[in-house]
């Protein structure tokens, strides 16, 4: 079986940048995403890393939050997917025609019930087939481990991923939880890479557990973007905050431990960390759940807040600009689905080419 990685990576953010002050008046705390059933965490015994680490933001009304990106009224998820798709290639040095399969992760698509694979592969030009893996948050851990296979397997030569955040129009202006969302797009290509680098092992669980939590529906959109003047509905329920602080620390060490032990290595033989942050202290909970140093651990919340499925290529994109991961590293990527799955996987991180 060949080895199989990423062999390239670009990522794109509107150029709006929307800072706290575009909140005028402050959302009581009792309509939080967070704060049901985690105020009173300071009265209690810290149970675990998550009450840990999330304690000091409860009082804060955006919860960390800095600034976020935000798309154009007008700017659909197909067209911010292009943007990131046209940088990996560009920086490739790589055709669409050379492209035999392409494999988008959208939340959410501009289409209310279909994804943006075929609208992707039509406006780029790429070879191959093309299709939509929706796994939520998780969605480009799914995307890459699915592209890794069938390039191990000789089935495919070079994948195509693209993944793209459009929460700002899902969320309700008047919600709160759109404090904590960002839009943002990445692609990344996956093919075949040096022996011993590339994807080494994997484990995946399914997060059933967290069913009921997220809340969607189709309302009416206004922008004449979305197909049919339709758009998806993103709302959350009250019983979020209970079911991430009792699940959070379970999916991540459970596939960390599975994904090593495929890999034949140990946590001490990881040299980075890359988890997808939706909030701002989930890099502190994943070092603290997993005994390893914070500054091993990727965190961009503070300047892009929660981009989705865009997380964890755009967290591994800054750590490998920063000089954080190095060719030859040994980097642990993981990913969080709610109601789909959790995946850890163990790369070893190839000269992998970083689109400017």
């Known amino acids: ?26 959302i009581p705390q009792e309509q939080s995403i967070t704060a049901s059933g985690s105020r009173d965490v300071s ?23 800095v600034e976020r990106r935000i798309a154009g009224t007008n700017e659909g998820s197909v067209e911010l997917g292009v943007k990131a ?15 035999d399969c392409l494999i988008s992760v959208s939340m959410f698509p501009d289409r209310v019930g279909s994804g943006d694979a075929g609208y992707l592969a039509q406006s780029l030009g790429t070879g191959g087939g093309a299709f939509n893996v929706e796994a939520t948050c998780g969605g480009s851990m799914t995307a890459l481990l699915t592209a890794c296979a069938w390039v191990q397997a000789g089935l495919k030569e070079r994948i195509l991923v693209v993944t793209t955040s459009r929460l700002s129009r899902a969320i309700e202006s008047d919600d709160v939880t759109l404090r904590l969302c960002g839009d943002a797009s990445a692609a990344f290509l996956v093919g075949p890479v040096e022996n011993g680098f590339g994807l080494l092992g994997a484990e995946s669980l399914h997060t059933g557990k967290t069913c009921g939590t997220w809340l969607l529906d ?37 596939t960390t431990e599975g994904a090593l032990a495929k890999a034949g290595l140990e946590l001490k033989d990881i040299d980075f960390v890359v988890v997808n942050t ?18 091993r651990v990727a965190d961009t919340f503070p300047q892009v807040a929660n981009i989705g499925p865009v997380l964890m290529p755009f967290n591994a994109y800054t750590a490998a600009v920063a000089g954080d991961i190095k060719p030859g590293d040994t980097v642990l990527l993981y990913g969080f689905g709610g109601q789909a799955e959790a995946s850890a996987a163990i790369f070893r991180w190839p000269d992998v080419i970083l689109a400017p």
């Open 1 to 26: 079986m060949r080895a199989a990685g990423i062999q390239a990576i670009a990522v794109h953010l509107p150029d709006e940048v929307r800072t706290n002050d575009w909140w005028c008046e402050d």
């Open 43 to 65: 009265k209690r015994r810290k149970t675990n890393p998550y009450d840990a680490a999330m304690e000091r933001y409860l009082e804060d009304p955006f919860f960390g939050s």
């Open 278 to 295: 939706p909030t701002a202290w989930h890099a502190e909970f994943s070092a603290n759940a997993l005994g390893v140093e914070l500054n």
């Open 85 to 99: 798709a046209h940088r990996v290639l560009d920086a490739a040095g790589i055709s669409p025609a050379e492209i």
């Open 218 to 254: 189709a309302v009416e959109d206004t922008s004449g973007i979305t197909s049919a003047r339709q758009k998806i509905r993103l709302r959350v329920d009250p019983s979020i905050s209970h079911v991430l602080r009792a699940t959070a620390e379970e999916y991540l060490v459970q």
